[in-house]
């Protein structure tokens, strides 16, 4: 393989591992604090395309503009989704949230296919987006720049807030205790509602940038992807944020590597997240970053 | 200051406080002594709005606290140092103690309570920027309690702060029981150290399986024939 041809592909791999990234924090952060797999997540992220789908196809609003509301929009059904699917369990036992969570799965995505219907439909990619830089020989479409600069931007907003930020303080001891985090006057509902804004916020971000990736949307678009990214997360070592984001640059690398190099393989890029994780979970069960943490059930 | 009158509190089937009343007044010191199980972490516990209360009052400078949320019973200036420390264990010293102050607003004054506890313990200013879980049991107690008292609290609730500890730090942390007292906090204390506990304390509870089975002040209780019996381990 040429230098040129692999520069192209690091590029490609790079997109895609920022795009898991984003998705995968999210079913880190609520596990963080909930111990529950959000099934729901791959779906919330669904929405987020359609979303900004439906703005920009109005024409009315400029394409930031829509941008922003559709994030708006994705951020409120996370929160929404917690309030009406989580909340009421707080003290039921986990497999109830659990099983709560699938079911707001398959509530989404059934609604999106009545609402949006089955047939595929095309993300309008703004133009500023659709441009091609050329470096030398390698030309890089100018999304596969912006993609992981955004991601690193919201990256580090993401680990100012949660490690020097008060908020931040009380996300971190919810997610170990919260009878001691109620004893000193937090509103444990709250930082809840808020790990959720986030989360859905950061897949919202990666929603619409794989909508201009990967222009086409249906109804089930977040189902594979949202499997693999809670599989990131598990590879990071889940609770773990930056456990969240190695695992999901090592998915995209290694997804688009594998196909960059085994032409022949190409038809199990999608297996490989489920080999990597198998072979996590047989070498290190608690992931990559992860601690050794005991079970709170 | 704090009054609790006919209070009963189960957990599902069992009855775990039945009929309690306690009094304490403020500027004291009040101990609640009793076995394992005999309702005393329930009692703090549901002062802090943790569990909730089948019926009774629980009334704190004059209004009932009973159906209010944790977060407003520790904003009115109640604080407790739970049972078993439950530090955070993966936040700093001065993480946890600054989530003591998370409600508070003004800034000077949480300075101030801050320079305060690391006078009352100076080992956590050596230690200000370690992980509260790797620090020893004794140094997590201290950090318990300074956390509670950056709560600002004018009635601080502790549940058996000796616990697990060698003899030497018992003795500190009984007279930094004194030391914050003096201050003008008003203490309710559970101990296991019955002895220690009713020496430094005004008044004493007694409990028994969820009930008040003796009640008197301190130095009353401490050469009580029943205590001294029952929980004090000495012959008679
Ligand atoms: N969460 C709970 N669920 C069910 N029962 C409980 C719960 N917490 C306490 N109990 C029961 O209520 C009773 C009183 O418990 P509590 O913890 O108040 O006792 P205690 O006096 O603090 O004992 P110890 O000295 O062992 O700490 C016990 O019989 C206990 O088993
Ligand atoms: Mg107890």
Known sequence: MEIKEFLQHLVNGISLGSLYALLAIGYTLVYGILRLINFAHGDIFMISTYAGFYLMSSAILPWWIAFLLAIILTCILGILVEKAAYRPLRDAPRISLLISSIGMSYLIENLAIVFFGGRPKTFPIPAIFDRIITIGSVKIPTLSFIIPVITIIILAILLHIVHNTKTGMAMRAVSTDYEAARLMAIDVNKIITFTFAVGSTLAAVGGIMWGMKYPSLIPLMGVMPGIKCFIAAVVGGIGNIRGAVLGGFILGLGEIMLVAFMPALSGYRDAFAFILLIFILLAKPTGLMGKNLAEKV | ?236
């Open chain 2, 1 to 236: 200051m704090l009054i609790i009158n006919d209070l009963n509190v189960h957990y599902g089937g069992i009855h775990a406080l039945r009929g309690i009343s306690i009094d304490v007044p403020d500027n004291k010191i009040v101990s609640l002594i009793g076995a394992n199980g005999a309702g005393k972490s329930t009692t703090l516990r549901s002062i802090m709005g943790i569990v909730k209360s089948t019926s009774g009052e629980i009334i704190y400078k004059d209004n009932d606290i009973s159906k209010s949320k944790t977060k407003d019973i520790v904003e009115h200036g109640l604080a407790l140092v739970p049972e078993g420390r439950r530090i955070f264990p993966d936040l700093t010293v001065v993480e946890n103690l600054t989530l003591g102050a998370y409600w508070r607003k003004d800034k000077q004054g949480i300075q101030k309570d801050m320079n305060w506890v690391f006078e009352l313990f100076p080992i956590l200013k050596e230690r200000e920027w370690q992980k509260a879980g790797t620090m020893s049991g004794g140094e997590q107690q201290m950090l318990a309690v300074g956390r509670a008292l950056m709560t600002k609290p004018q009635l601080l609730a502790m549940d058996e702060p000796s616990l697990g500890l060698a003899p030497l730090i018992v003795k500190d942390i009984f007279n930094i029981i004194k030391e914050i007292h003096s201050q003008g906090v008003t203490i309710l204390l559970v101990e296991q150290n019955a002895k220690a506990a009713l020496e430094i304390s005004d008044y004493g509870y007694v409990l028994e399986t969820g009930s008040v089975a003796l009640e008197g002040e301190g130095k009353k209780l401490l050469n009580d024939d029943q205590v001294r019996k029952a929980y004090l381990g000495e012959a008679i």
